[in-house]
């Protein structure tokens, strides 16, 4: 083997261990992002616990996380009133964003600071 082809195969070894870790390093950031995204839905459903109202987290696909607030039925028609209640309790602007494909209404809770994507609120009736 002379110093040529040598030199080549190190070449294209070193640039396929650069790509490897160059895609790594981007699967992990999305990881984290992800991550960072469930702890904030998290400690958004506590917060809204923490106010009595029945809220968890769930995740759609992708583990986009999303939280959940379970109202009894009879209290629908103050559904207003309780996402604003909610709102307020997160410090956030709650947005109406339709309805998901179980009916449910959703509503878009806004980014702010630091922080990069919105959430989303589900209310479900119980």
């Known amino acids: ?36 995204n469930i702890n904030r839905a998290e400690r958004m459903a506590r917060r809204l616990r923490d106010i009595e109202l029945d809220a968890s987290t769930q995740a759609g696909a992708g583990f986009v996380p999303y939280l959940v607030l379970r109202l009894p039925i009879d209290l629908l028609p103050l559904q207003r009133y309780v996402v604003t209640l909610a709102g307020n309790g997160l410090e956030r602007r709650l947005v109406a964003n339709g309805r998901d494909s179980q009916g449910r209404d959703r509503f878009q809770i806004l980014a702010t600071g630091e922080e990069r994507t919105s959430l989303e609120l589900v209310v479900e009736g119980i």
């Open 1 to 36: 083997m002379n110093a040529t082809t040598t030199h080549e195969q190190t070449s294209l070894y070193t640039q396929l261990l650069l790509d490897a870790q160059s895609e790594f390093r981007a699967t992990v950031d999305r990881i984290n992002s992800q991550m960072r």
